[in-house]
C-alpha cells in the first residue's frame, strides 16, 4: 500500500503535468459542481419559499396555529428519512442517478404544492420535496468532493453551500414580487400557489442539466469500472492526474464496501464521531434560530415591523456575501483556521448579543452584532462542516456515513427550530440566557475543532483515509 507521502509526491508529479490542460479540465469540473450546486439553490429556494407562502396558505385553508406550524415544518420531516436512505442508495446506484431523483421530486414537489384542495395534499407534497432536501444535502457535497481536484476541492464544494444562501436571498425578492402582483384576496387565492409551484422551474433545469454531467469516477471506480473512470479522471486533471488518482483510489480498494452497522465500529468511529459534532454544533450555535425567527426577535429587541423585515434582509444580504468570502479562502487559508476564527467569532458575537438583551440594549449595536454572528457562520462553519464531512469519509462508507451526519444537521435543526420559541418566550430562561447558550455551544465548537478535526486542504481523499488508518484505524 502506498504511504501517504509517496501518494502527494505523485500527486505533485501530476499535477505539474497538468498545466496544459489546466484551464480546460477547471470548466469542465467547474461546470459539474455548478450543475450539482443547483441542488443547493433548490434546498435554499425550498427552505425560505414557505415563509413568504405560510400566511396565505393559512387564510386560505383555514389553519390553525398547529396547522400552521406542521406547514413550515413538514419538509423539515420529510428531509431526515431522505437524507438517510440517500446513502445507501447511492452508494448502490450512484451519485448521478440520485440527483436525478432528487431533481425530480424538487419538481414533482413544487407543482403538487402549487394545487392542493385539502390540507392533507399539502403536507404530502410538501414531504416530497423534504425528501429531496434531505437526499440532495447529503449527494451533492459528496458529488462534488469525490469530482473535484484536491486544489480546487474546497473552494468547489463552497458552491453548495452558496447555492443554497443564493437560494434563500433571491427567494425573498420572488416572494416580494408576487406578493405585489395583485391583492390581498388575489395572494389568498393564487399568490402562494405561485411561489410554491415557481420551484418547478429551476428543477426542470435541473434534472436536464444532469445529462450533461458525468459520474462520480470513484463511485464508478468502485464498481469495477475502471475505464469510465479513467476517462472522467483525464478530463478533470489530465492523464497523470488519472493515473495517479486511480492508485490512489486501488490502494485503498481493499476494503470491501461498508454496512451500515461498520460505522461505528472502531476503522470508521473517529471520522463519524468528528462529524456528528460538527454537524450538531453547526445547528445548536442557533443559526437556524435567527434565519427562522429573525423578525421575532428584531421585534421583541424594540423594534418595528417594517424595521425587523429590514433587518432580516440585511442579514440574508450578509449571508450570501461572507460565504462568497469562504469560497474565496477555503483553499488557502484552510479549514480548520476558517473554523476556529469563525467559532471564536460567534462567541464573542453570541455573547454579546445575549447581554445586549440582558441589559435591555436594541436598535443598531443589537443588529450589528447579530449580523457580526451570520458573518462568522456563513464565512466558516456553515459551508465548511457539509465540506469536511464530505471529505473525511472512507471511500467504502462515504454515502451511509454522509447520511448519518446529514440526519445529524436535519434533526438538529428541527431540536432548534422548535425549542427557540420556549426558550426566548420562558419567564426563566428568555433571550438572554438563550443566546448565552448558544454562545456556549460556539465555545465548545471552537474548543473541539482546535483539538479533533484534522487539516484537509489539499490532500486527497485517499491520502485522509490513509491517514485514518495511519492513526490505528481511528480507534476511539
Known amino acids: 500500500m502506498p504511504s501517504v507521502q509517496s501518494s502527494a509526491a505523485s500527486r505533485n508529479d501530476a499535477a505539474a ?22 441542488g443547493g439553490f433548490l434546498f435554499g429556494y425550498d427552505t425560505a419559499v414557505i415563509n413568504g407562502a405560510n400566511t396565505y396558505l393559512k387564510a386560505h385553508l383555514h ?29 448502490r446506484f450512484g451519485r448521478k442517478k440520485l440527483l436525478f431523483v432528487c431533481a425530480v421530486l424538487y419538481a414533482v414537489s413544487g407543482v403538487l404544492s402549487a394545487i392542493p384542495n385539502t390540507f392533507g395534499q399539502f403536507l404530502a407534497a410538501r414531504l416530497l420535496s423534504g425528501l429531496g432536501i434531505g437526499a440532495s444535502s447529503m449527494i451533492c457535497p459528496v458529488y462534488i468532493a469525490e469530482i473535484a481536484p484536491e486544489r480546487w476541492r474546497g473552494r468547489l464544494g463552497t458552491l453548495f453551500q452558496l447555492g443554497i444562501v443564493t437560494g434563500i436571498f433571491l427567494t425573498l425578492f420572488i416572494n416580494k414580487v408576487i406578493q405585489r402582483a395583485g391583492n390581498e384576496a388575489w395572494n389568498q387565492a393564487l399568490g402562494w400557489r405561485w411561489m410554491l409551484g415557481l420551484e418547478a422551474v429551476p428543477a426542470l ?38 493515473a495517479t488518482e486511480l492508485a490512489a483510489i486501488q490502494a485503498v480498494a481493499g476494503v470491501a464496501e461498508g454496512r451500515f452497522a461498520d460505522l461505528f465500529s472502531r476503522a470508521y468511529f473517529r471520522p463519524l464521531f468528528i462529524a456528528v459534532v460538527v454537524m450538531m454544533c453547526s445547528q445548536f450555535c442557533g ?11 428584531f421585534q421583541a429587541a424594540g423594534g418595528g415591523t417594517d424595521a425587523a423585515f429590514a433587518s432580516s434582509v440585511w442579514m440574508g444580504l450578509i449571508n450570501l456575501v461572507f460565504t462568497l468570502v469562504a469560497l474565496a479562502l477555503v483553499d488557502r487559508a484552510g479549514r480548520r483556521p476558517l473554523l476556529l476564527v469563525g467559532t471564536a ?7 454579546l448579543v445575549g447581554w445586549m438583551f440582558h441589559a435591555g440594549h436594541n436598535g443598531l449595536p443589537l443588529l450589528l452584532c447579530i449580523v457580526l454572528f451570520t458573518a462568522a457562520f456563513a464565512m466558516a462553519m456553515g459551508p465548511i462542516s457539509w465540506l469536511l464531512c464530505s471529505e473525511i469519509f472512507p471511500n467504502s462508507v462515504r454515502g ?23 426558550l426566548n418566550d420562558s419567564p426563566a430562561i428568555g433571550p438572554a440566557l438563550t443566546f448565552w447558550l448558544y454562545a456556549a455551544v460556539s465555545l465548545f465548537s471552537f474548543v473541539f475543532i482546535l483539538t479533533q478535526v484534522p487539516e484537509t486542504k489539499g490532500r486527497t481523499l485517499e491520502e485522509i483515509e490513509l491517514s485514518w488508518q495511519a492513526r490505528g484505524a481511528g480507534g476511539r
Not at 400552521?68 to 447511492?90: K, Q, R, Y
Not at 467569532?345 to 455573547?351: E, I, P, R, T, Y
Open 205 to 242: 433545469v435541473f434534472v436536464a442539466l444532469l445529462f450533461t454531467v458525468p459520474e462520480s469516477p470513484r463511485w464508478l471506480a468502485r464498481q469495477g469500472r475502471e475505464a469510465e473512470a479513467r476517462a472522467i479522471l483525464t478530463r478533470v486533471g489530465g492523464a497523470a492526474h488519472a
Open 287 to 297: 443559526i437556524n434560530a435567527i434565519i427562522y425567527y429573525s423578525t421575532k426577535i
Open 17 to 38: 503535468g497538468g498545466l496544459a490542460v489546466g484551464a480546460v479540465t477547471l470548466r469542465y469540473v467547474a461546470f459539474a459542481t455548478a450543475v450539482t450546486a443547483i
Open 345 to 351: 467569532v460567534q462567541v464573542g458575537a453570541l455573547g
Open 400 to 422: 451511509r456515513a454522509m447520511s448519518v451526519a446529514t440526519f445529524t444537521i436535519w434533526t438538529s435543526c428541527y431540536l432548534v427550530a422548535q425549542t427557540f420559541p420556549m
Open 63 to 91: 389553519l390553525d396555529s398547529a396547522q400552521e406550524g406542521l406547514a413550515g415544518a413538514s419538509a423539515i420531516l420529510g428531509c431526515i428519512p431522505g437524507a438517510m436512505a440517500a446513502g445507501f442508495l447511492s452508494d
